[in-house]
């Protein structure tokens, strides 16, 4: 076909229906893969090298271990990438059984999340399958933490650490928070955030405090579960962790609804108060709420225009600064009465958008 000539609703249409077919093809390689023994052959046929077909070969286990995950990626409803996230998480399970337990779940609903939102769901699912081998794996990991130098051409360097996850996102707002009193200039984000992170190391940062926000059902509380915690901008965190966290920081009370969804604070200002500012990040886990998006919130969104629409914390959604400006382009954004939110494109496509649940 023409791409050209297509209207822009069949580019979109024909963009969704070629990743159903790569899909089908991934999985068609996957279920080969786990029924060939000799590599070899199969690297010479493709020009692949053998030592990347091997690591194929490790998650083509899933035809057995994930099947109804394997068959939603044969029939286009999930990618490879979605799959592999999940099989990152659930091969360190000891059984089969708690295996098929978490896919239980995520069969359901793998098909409407993104790749982090596949991955969170999957983490927790997890830990709460296996609780105690899930702090023991993060202990482990912890061991991992590390910073590595990559040189890059034209003059630049990577500079990359692997951190434990709390004292990461703690450094992440740290820089954003030096972003944010950085003077106005053509400085991309990207680099006024690169620049902040040099000044701040070099010792040429004020000092400041910072906070993260982590969710900790009472029930983990009072040690009658083990039902991870939920660090904004990240996901799951061990039980464990969390409730040490919470030893050392203030706490707000937060009730849930008959969905498990967060219930908002109201006031009748037209600008949120710095409690309602908070109150909408933890209802939104943290995370920008239109379709598919996993930054970090950055900016509150009337759902109903001002003063039509109120300023409680279900009514506000928490946007990064690019899909709050499309938001206020030409996509119209609806809400239900269970909270969710329905955006409607230009081209007419409906996408829904659910409240994050604790």
């Given at each position: ?7 822009e ?10 990743g159903?077919?790569?899909?089908f093809?991934?999985?068609i390689?996957?279920?080969v ?6 590599l ?6 493709g ?27 044969r ?15 659930v091969?360190?399970l ?8 978490v ?9 409407g999340?993104?790749?982090s939102q596949?991955a969170?769901q ?8 296996d ?8 202990q482990?990991?912890?061991?991992e ?11 630049m360097?990577?500079l990359k ?6 004292e ?16 106005k200039?053509d400085?991309t984000?990207?680099q006024?955030?690169a ?6 190391f070099?010792a040429?940062?004020?000092d400041r405090?910072?906070q993260?926000h ?8 009072i040690?009658?579960t ?12 061990p ?5 040490e966290?919470a030893m050392q ?5 937060i009730l ?5 969804h967060a219930?908002?604070?109201s006031?009748?200002k ?6 309602m ?5 933890v ?10 998006c ?5 900016e509150?969104?009337h759902?109903?225009?001002?003063p ?10 928490g ?6 400006h499309?938001k ?20 007419g496509?409906?996408?829904t ?6």
């Open positions: 076909m023409d791409i050209r000539a297509l209207s609703r069949d580019k979109v249409t024909a963009y969704v229906l070629a159903k077919i790569a899909a093809g991934h999985a390689q996957l279920e893969l786990h029924h060939v023994d000799d070899t052959e199969l690297a010479m046929a020009h692949e090298p053998e030592r990347a077909l091997g690591q194929r070969k490790e998650l083509s286990r899933v035809v057995e271990t994930l099947p109804r995950l394997f068959a939603q990626l029939r286009g409803e999930i990618d490879q990438r979605r799959l592999e996230v999940v099989d990152e998480r091969a360190h000891p059984t089969q059984a708690l295996i098929t337990q896919e239980d779940t995520l069969v359901e609903v793998a098909a999340l993104n790749r596949l969170r999957t983490t927790k699912l997890v830990a709460l399958a609780p105690d081998g899930h702090d023991q794996r993060c482990r990991a912890k061991a933490r590390r910073v590595e130098f990559k040189a890059l051409p034209d003059g360097a990577q650490a692997v951190l434990p996850a709390v990461a996102r703690m450094a992440y707002d740290l820089l954003n928070a030096d972003v944010a009193d950085l003077p200039d400085r984000t990207d006024r955030r620049d902040a992170f040099l000044d701040r070099l040429q940062a004020k405090q910072v993260v982590v969710t900790i059902p009472v029930e983990t509380l040690g009658l083990k039902e991870p915690g939920l660090l904004d901008g990240y996901g799951p965190i039980a464990e962790l969390a409730c966290l920081g203030p706490w707000r009370g849930l609804d008959q969905y498990r219930v908002a604070m006031t009748a037209y600008r949120p108060t710095a409690p500012r908070e109150m909408v990040t209802h939104d886990g943290g995370t920008c709420t239109a379709p598919g996993t930054s970090p919130i950055r509150l969104d759902v109903i225009p001002w039509k629409g109120k300023a409680t914390a279900t009514q506000l959604k946007l990064c600064s690019w899909h709050h499309r206020h382009d030409n996509y119209t954004v609806t809400p239900d009465s269970d909270g969710t939110t329905r955006w409607t494109t230009p081209q496509r409906v996408h958008t659910r409240p994050h649940q604790y």
